[in-house]
């Protein structure tokens, strides 16, 4: 059990375009999810925790009218990266929680963006 | 603020074992964990620790010291297959996770 999808697994659009990335946890109700950026050999940096009908938290850095998130359910988060530049090509990875009592964190398969 | 260190990389012969070790400081404390992330994949979850002590699961275990600020993960009976990065995340007191930048394991026959 404790599964979770990401789609599209990667991706590639030019500068300038939106890009919509779908997490869905499969086999459970996810409460919080979690969206990591990663860069090459470095490592996991959270973007935004958002829980279930309210709006996402941000990190620090973190710029929200450009990665927007939306968590309608309890088992789908979206991420759109807005006017999309070369520099937010990156590894995706979101990750989902049942709530506060589970400390497991399910990871997706990640979303590879590249932005020409 | 908070840190969590860990070697960049390792290197270590098939069949052997090896210890990854992690230190950390955090504002609060709500478990240890490790994961494995093979390059271009998602991280995968290996242990859990909130109590001091050692926890093993078949190949792999974990050790933990609070008082310390520390951690170990230790993989036995290396196999080519274990060669990948291993992540140590330490939950904070608001339940988030602070990540490492990971120790990037190699095995050599």
Redesign the interface.
Known sequence: GAVVSQHPSWVICKSGTSVKIECRSLDFQATTM?WYRQFPK?????MA?SNEGSKATYEQGVEKDKFLINHASLTLSTLTVTSAHPEDSS?Y?CSARTG?SD????????T?LTVT | GQNIDQPTEMTATEGAIVQINCTYQTSGF??L?WYQQHA??????LS?N?LDGLEEKGRFSSFLSRSKGYSYLLLKELQMKDSASY?CAV?DSN???I????TKLIIKP
Do not use: C, H, K
Request: proline fraction near 5%.
């Open positions: 979690f470095q490592s996991l940096m959270l925790t590894f990875i506060t400390y497991e964190q399910y990871f997706g398969p990640g590879r | 709500n478990g964990f271009g994949e998602a991280p995968t979850f859990y909130v992540l939950m339940y988030q996770l990540w490492g930048a990971g």
